[in-house]
């Protein structure tokens, strides 16, 4: 037997410590061999070497997609258009060590973005704090993302106008959700006593458009700069990840992108046979192949990585969902719905489906070899929560007979388990790699453009003459080019209530 078919036999594969189990998905090694062999007739290594040579592999918008630039530490260059772009990255990054060295006196930061500039930071903000004895600055650190300002006045009621510092986050600096917000904080702290002078000095942004921002009020010092070789969903390595740093410390920010570095290196350089992110990705392409599975699952076995599922959410389906591929074709398979929530929770809400319903859900179990905290009970309360993770999948993978079919349990329902060695900055920064190196996988693999997102602008169109339409106060709105009869009837019903 070849080294390559004694590789595609094996279940277990590990880099920097991550253990990928893919035993219970239920691939013969006759099937792993003709999924390499796929992802070698796709042209995947040719793929993953123009993906880091800055190649423009975004091609309905004619850019790279170099995020793996920003968590380069190593300072290889790395080019576009024959300009080396890491010594603009090295810049943000002494700029963000020495911001961290002289905020004091501030007690709470409002971090203002949606979507891509709002999930990765938010994630790890909550994922490192159950670090036991991470330094921690002890400053609040607060998300504004949505435009019902439940939020914004939940976030307002807490914070200390004049120790609060103002992060706004948007590439574009016109993303209505974060403007809109923005401008109801600028008035708060206007509202609350702040001068000019203390509200310029409390305002900071991340952005592509400068111009944009200086005009908001944002001083040129304040502004740090993200390119538009950056996605939104894969922007957390950049600036954007800013409150990881002024929280944890600029050290522990190295470290996350140390680990995304350290992974990016794996999903480089090692052989598909041994690649965690390829290896996961067909995988996924092989249950669509034999069960056409329209959903899976991300549980973690950790409360610190309740928010993954969300962020992952973001990262594949508006990567990845579309019908057509790189050349305008309808495709066979995209991206199946994501979910998930932490485990054991999970299992008390949604497992029923996953062993007994008609649907068969593949799922990635994570779990992390080390408790999360320091507590007397940690280590028993952290043996049960991984027997349960195991106990999962293996009645998953399993099933049972039994002579009541209310409980019989079908078994063959696959999945992964993922071990992380312990949760830190290091492996929170591997685990987000990992799976959007994962992500461009099958992008590659379906013939996807993973990098834009055109389906999420049609709505916002439409949301304008909508809204003038609500702000009208009218309930005789006829429907319209850019308003059906449908959503006319809908405005005429919230606006007779005006």
Not at 344 to 352: D, G, L, W
Not at 410 to 424: A, E, F, H, I, T
Request: proline fraction near 5%; hydrophobic fraction near 45%; aromatic fraction near 8%.
């Amino acid at each position: 037997m070849s080294a390559q078919a004694q590789l595609a036999t094996q279940t277990i594969h590990s880099a920097l410590d991550v253990v990928l189990d893919t035993a219970y998905q239920g691939i013969s090694a006759d099937d792993w061999k003709k999924l390499f062999t796929t992802a070698r007739q796709s042209g995947l290594e040719q793929f993953i070497v123009d993906l880091f040579a800055g190649k423009h592999i975004n091609k309905s918008e004619d850019r790279p997609a170099l995020h793996s630039a920003l968590r380069n530490l190593s300072k290889t260059p790395v080019f576009i258009n024959e300009v080396d772009v890491m010594p603009a990255v090295s810049e943000v990054w002494h700029r963000i060590k020495a911001l961290c060295n002289k905020w004091v006196g501030v007690t709470d930061v409002i971090h203002i973005g949606i979507g891509g500039s709002d999930f990765g930071p938010r994630l790890a903000i909550e994922a490192l704090a159950h670090v036991p004895s991470i330094e921690s600055r002890g400053m609040r650190m607060h998300f504004l993302a949505n435009i019902d300002t439940a939020e914004l006045a939940r976030i307002l009621a807490r914070a200390q106008p004049h120790s609060t510092r103002v992060i706004v986050v948007s590439k574009s600096f016109t993303t209505l959700e974060t403007s809109m917000n923005a401008k109801a904080v600028v008035a708060w702290l206007k509202d609350s006593g702040c001068t000019k002078s203390q509200i310029t000095h409390a305002l900071y942004a991340v952005t592509a458009n400068i111009a944009a921002t200086k005009e908001f009020g944002v001083s040129e010092e304040n502004i740090f700069p993200f390119w538009d070789w950056v996605g939104g969903r894969y922007s957390v390595w950049s600036a954007v990840g800013l409150p990881i740093a002024l929280q944890y410390g600029f050290e522990t920010f190295k470290q996350f992108l140390a680990g995304a570095e350290a992974m990016d290196l794996h999903f480089k350089n090692a052989p598909l046979e041994e690649n965690l992110p390829v290896i996961m990705a067909l995988s996924l392409l092989h249950q669509q192949e034999k069960h056409d599975i329209k959903a899976y699952a991300a549980i973690p076995y950790a409360d610190a990585l309740d928010w993954f599922p969300k962020w992952l959410q973001q990262l594949d389906m508006e990567s990845n969902g579309k019908s057509v591929d790189r050349d305008g074709r309808p495709v066979k398979h995209s991206s199946p719905v994501v979910f998930g929530s932490a485990g054991s929770n999970a299992q008390h809400s949604y497992f029923q489906l996953f062993h007994q319903g008609t649907e068969i859900i593949p799922i990635d179990f994570i779990a992390v070899r080390e408790p999360m905290s320091d507590r007397p009970e940690a280590v028993a309360h952290h043996r049960i929560l991984l027997s349960n993770c195991l106990a999962q999948a293996q009645a998953l993978a399993n099933g049972k007979d039994d002579s009541n079919p209310n409980n019989v349990y079908p078994g063959k329902r696959p999945s992964n388990l993922l071990l992380l060695p312990k949760l830190n900055a290091f492996y929170l920064g591997a685990l987000l790699a990992l799976y959007e190196n994962r992500t461009a996988t099958l992008g590659a693999l379906w013939n996807i453009n993973s990098f834009d997102q055109p389906g999420v602008e049609y709505g916002k169109v439409l949301a304008k003459p909508i809204e003038k339409a609500l702000a009208s106060h009218q309930n005789d709105i006829q429907a319209s080019a850019d308003i059906d009869a449908v959503t006319a009837a809908r405005i005429n019903l919230l606006n007779s209530n005006n």
